[in-house]
């Protein structure tokens, strides 16, 4: 499941790359990606999870509403979780 270390390196790459700061234009689909396969590489498949949900959870980091890892990991673990 999503949880500990795999958990942490998702919510770094998420907060990292959705910087407005950090990319230009399609940062957000970077990062919502790199999170993905990051994750998928750890053992938790990400790829159906509701794409509204993860769209809220891309913008709300994306625009600083969203910072804490801990709370970033407890959003993929609900995204993931409710497939």
């Known amino acids: 499941g999503v949880g500990g270390d795999a958990a942490a390196g998702g919510e770094h790459a998420v907060q990292y790359q959705s ?6 234009d399609g940062n957000k689909r970077m990062a919502w990606m790199s999170t993905v396969v990051f994750l998928d590489f750890n053992g938790t498949e990400m790829v159906d ?34 497939m």
């Not at 910087?19 to 230009?24: E, G, I, V």
């Not at 949900?53 to 979780?81: C, F, P, T, W």
């Open 49 to 82: 999870v509701d794409q509204d949900e993860s769209y809220k959870v891309m913008i709300e980091v994306a625009m600083g509403n969203l910072e804490d890892v801990g709370q970033i990991a407890r959003r993929l673990r609900a995204l993931h979780e409710a």
């Open 19 to 24: 910087d407005p700061m950090s990319c230009t």
